[in-house]
């Protein structure tokens, strides 16, 4: 069995009065991730580090922010485009492992239903899904509580022909 592994990196800003998408989940918190979809930065991370693994583009060039038919989009469907790509191009998702970068809310309490949300997404057993959680020890612009950084990586199957 051949194995690529792909890496995805997104980042969101945060405003008052939008719900926390991240995980596929809602989070609550007193501000949400500024974004054309549903500014989930975790399953945009993901679709990006799917779409490396595969080296087929990336979430920007497949789903343009400046197309209204993504607009206030539900995230899963990105990933959801990018495992049906690899489908495509004879390849499978294996596992996802996702570190979230954020100073608050605290995201621990929340790690199982992103962990189920993401894997129902990926279409794969939520034990191939893993998402941990840290602060930025207050630092820069995460520690100023600005926004979310997330970084993904991905494994994909080759699948035999
Ligand atoms: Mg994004």
Redesign the pocket.
Known sequence: MSVRLGVGY???RFAAGRPLRLGGVTIPHTHGLV?H?D???VL??ITDALLGAAALGD?GSRFPDTDPQWKGKDSATFVAGAVDALGRSGMAVHQVDVTVIAERPRLAPHVDAMRAATATALRVPVDRVSIKAKTNEGMGWVGRGEGIGVIAVATVRETPA
């Open positions: 997104d980042s969101h974004g979809s500014g989930d930065a945009h991370a979430i």
